[in-house]
């Protein structure tokens, strides 16, 4: 599990560099600064883009306590994957009847602790994990995650799950033949989306599904997951989430009355209230710029730069007026693939200069090691 510190503590939102200099100093570096207030903002935005959308988080990009408790008092669903998932949401006193579990691949083991934690809604997408289920007729529904492939985002999730759509009646039949209960239809083409049309799609072709299976196996009213994906501002800006949101609603709109619609958004909640904080450890002049070795790199909080193909707004937390110069940012390990940005513009730097990675809370520290015994971001939350 990720390290967790209590946040009783009320900052500003956002937090001026003079308070995260002060962070630095009471709590050390490199340090995850995890603002529940950004949180809140986040969901309310998407749940007013989205209305009468159930949003579940997923918890992957931030499986975190504090997130998860300060989007419980929003009203907020989850989507879990894991035993571990599962477990955070058991302590954090998460009823699981606001609990769907969504991974296409679990073994009898993931499935039995989620059933005994309460949770009744799975997600299959072949006729081999329908069969897993057997046992369990009666105390499982069923969501079939179709696939939509999605050349337009970053992270394309729908290459790895997901049946055909021609495939899906055939397993709703099957489903139907073993006892089991297909509730609806679930999809997540991918994440941090340029654009919704991969989404608009999907939610198409899934309407199309649910009118021809319905009396044949799917439910009535059915559900509708559209996934996650929703994107927010790297170094590219992202389009803001009502533009992005306005065409999804419109696609919904059409599809048949009364289907419940479920969204699993990560990174759009957490993403941008995460900032990681790093301190030069030392510097050397090589090839004609300056190298900083920060205590924070690929194999820590940026981790995301190899995994989630992300670029991070980055800048040293002193003002500086003065000139910029080409310089290299690497992180501490003894790895050369350990640089964080080879092309940055930045003022001179001096050892114990604080650096500041904005839009950080998704698919960060979650994906953090502890390699070359470097330990990760200390987790910080607060405004909880
Ligand atoms: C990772 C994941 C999400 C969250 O995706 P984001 O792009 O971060 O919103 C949602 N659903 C499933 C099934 C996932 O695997």
Known sequence: MLPNDDGEMQLPTPCGNG???GLVQRFGSPLFVLDCEVIRRQYRSLASALPGVELHYALKPLPQPAVIDTLASEGSCFDLATTGEVELVRQAGIPPSRCIHTHPIKRDQDIQAAIDFGVKTFVADNPDEIRKFAGYAGRVALLLRVSFRSPAAVVDLSRKFGCDPEAAPGLVELAMSL???VIGLSFHEGSQSRLPDTKLRAIESCAAII???QGRGMTTPATLDIGGGFPIDYIEPAVPVEEFCAPI???LAAIPEGTRVVAEPGRFICGPA???LTTVM????REGRWWYYLDDGLY???SGQLYDHARYPIEPLREADGPRFHSVLAGPTCDSIDVIAEDIELPELQAGDILVGRQMGAYTVASATDFNFFPRARILAVNR
Do not use: C, I, K
């Open 19 to 21: 308070v995260l200099a």
């Open 179 to 181: 006892g089991l209960e």
């Open 211 to 213: 009118r021809a299976t």
């Open 249 to 251: 609603r419109r696609a």
């Open 274 to 276: 995460g900032t990681v």
């Open 282 to 285: 030392g510097r050397a002049w």
């Open 300 to 302: 820590g909080s940026f």
